[in-house]
């Protein structure tokens, strides 16, 4: 069916002037009883069959309604023009004549819209057409008014998180990972930082009728930027000056070359990745790991993790390594005492006290403080050992090695094998552990007994991948020490007591403290090494 809308129009018959309705055919606009009663009241006809054409409008069936006029009555074509409520859009109706009416000129409707205050252009090619098609009854747009264009604010677009809240990682078991938690912004010279969209001013509209429309203005903003960053020549783009960490402060950019935990590295700050350096007020927990492309300062103690300095790592208390982490740094370590770590530097190694713990100086290993003593595990430097008192009364197993030890290949093969071993049960671990996963998703949940023994898995994966990393550290260390030069004049210095079961080896050649010896120096000439007073 064709769709076709509905109009009404003046009639005449032999018994009367009549309002005809005829109804909309398909999908077309019906005949509103709103526009029926306000064009009847324009013609001075104010009392009509109102009900009847108003069922007949919402019926949308025919109608033929007798009006109280003459015969002689009848009307021309004419237009009647009506706004949106907003008065963005001007309408025109066309209105059929009678019989004998005539049909309504070009030049009247344009001044029917001129005498009804439309001053926007109008759509001429609409008016046309209208009057060319006879669309009667039915609204239609010929002019539109000037929406205002609105202002937007001035947008900041950072280049990094600027989220201050703490996310700690969800695993995929439904465990929480407070190790890995992305809390720092590391960035390198000249990256870009943040950019600045600027404001749109706006402008404003107008209605049909001329009538200015306000905007919304766009507000200006301006980036703030502290220390390390500079601006673009447009002043619409930060860059990074220095390679370190960016944040926000006081609603300012900067970039700190120094990455500050004001409490312990744990599980409120997770492990930490930082280009600079890293200041830790508290201290380093067991389990947890500090990188740094600069150095790591630590006001109390590094407990069993892994630490690894680009340059120093500087530890006001001590290393207290449990035989679970690993200190690494490409400069100097200084710490108030070492006890059972693996401690590892390309520059010098400074401490009160040694114990029970694996060291590896790429230069020299100074213990010289008022204890100074070493005692337990195994010391290794290129250039110097020194230090006051090596070994106990209780003939505790110490090695002060200078250079290369030829038992460092058979060292090494130690460290890989128990590597290998962890390798084993970590895949033994994850295989468990994609059991209770899958069993997990099978059944919806698991059991008291198969959850703690899925967290007791997980516990034991965990420490075994410590593990692993602290015995890469070692068997990097000791690759790294085998591969240096020979350093012709290294030496051990004890400045006061050297303990039987000291060893000292010096490229190779050994030197077994058989009985208590003072002061000497330990020093390699030929293939034998030779004790001289200090």
Known sequence: MENKDACFKIIHKENGVFLQLIPAEGKGRRNNIDEIQSYLYRHNIYEFGFKEAQTAARNNQPAEILLPVKK????????????????????????????????????????????????????????????????????????????????????????????????????????????????????????????????IEGKSGMDVYGKNIKHTIGKKKKIKTKKNVYLSEDGLEVYSSIDGHVRIQEGAILVSDVYEVKGDVGVLTGNIDCNGDVHVKGSILTGFKVRAGGSVFVDGLIEGAIVDAGCNVIVKRGITGNNKGAVTASGDIVAKFIENANVSSDGNITADTIMHSNIFSHSSVIVTSKKGFIVGGKVRAIKEIRCILAGSVMETQTVLQIGRDVASDDELKMVETAMNKCYMQMDECLKIIKFYKTLKEKEGSLNEKNTRLLYETLNKYKNLKMDVQVKEHERLAIINFMEEEIEEDGYVVIEESANVGVRINISGANYYIRREMYAYKYFKEGRDIVVSKV
């Open 72 to 199: 002689s009555f009848e009307v021309t074509e004419e237009v009647y023009i009506s706004c949106s409520s907003d008065n963005m859009t001007a309408n025109i109706t066309l209105f059929p004549h009678s019989e004998n009416g005539g049909d309504i000129s070009k030049i009247i409707v344009l001044n029917r819209i001129k005498e009804e205050g439309i001053t926007v252009p109008i759509e001429e090619e609409v008016i046309d057409k209208l009057l060319t098609e006879k669309k009667y009854c039915v609204p239609v747009a010929f002019a539109h008014g000037i929406a205002p264009e609105n202002g937007k604010d001035a947008e900041i677009v950072y280049m990094f998180n600027t989220d201050k809240n703490i996310h700690p990682h969800l695993n995929e078991d439904g465990t929480v990972d407070f190790h890995n938690i992305e809390n720092i912004n590391n960035v390198v010279k000249d990256q870009l930082l943040a950019k600045l969209i600027p404001e």
